[in-house]
């Protein structure tokens, strides 16, 4: 192993020295790219807001329109309609024109299995049940 291999710069000048370089080698190899890590921190924060929550929540049952999204979320129809655009930009949700009504969808299948495993995670820690064997990539 090189020394940049088993070293790491990090702010302030201080520099780490791994304890397992192979491991942290075989991680640095298989971590995604830039561009793939960006969009998937863009969907968790996404996420990460009630309203939001609410909206997508709502949308994994079935497609809606803004006035019903409001009802579900509990927000004006103003407030679903500025939250409905950053799903849309980070393509979670995506719209449907019906005539004069414009139904909103989850983007695909991925968003609801998100979902059901964030789900499954709450659950775990609500009733501080231990992990489930899980197959790693």
Not at 14 to 39: C, F, G, M, Q, Y
Not at 43 to 69: E, W
Request: with cysteine; glycine share 2%.
């Amino acid at each position: 192993m090189t020394h940049t291999e088993e070293s790491r710069s990090i702010a302030h000048g201080t520099t780490l020295t791994a304890i397992d370089a192979e491991a942290v080698a075989a991680v640095r190899a298989a971590a995604p790219s830039d561009d793939l890590l960006t969009l998937v921190v863009e969907a968790f924060q996404a996420l990460a807001d009630p309203t939001r929550a609410r909206i997508l929540y709502a949308l994994v049952r079935r497609p809606l329109c803004v006035r019903d999204l409001a009802i579900v979320a509990g927000v004006s129809e103003s407030a679903v309609s500025h939250q409905l655009r950053m799903l849309r930009d980070r393509r979670l949700v995506k719209p449907r024109r019906d005539g004069n009504v414009i139904t909103y969808a989850l983007d695909d299948y991925h968003v609801a299995a998100l979902f059901r495993e964030a789900e499954y995670h709450a659950d775990h820690v609500r009733q501080g049940l231990p992990d489930h064997p899980h197959p790693l990539p």
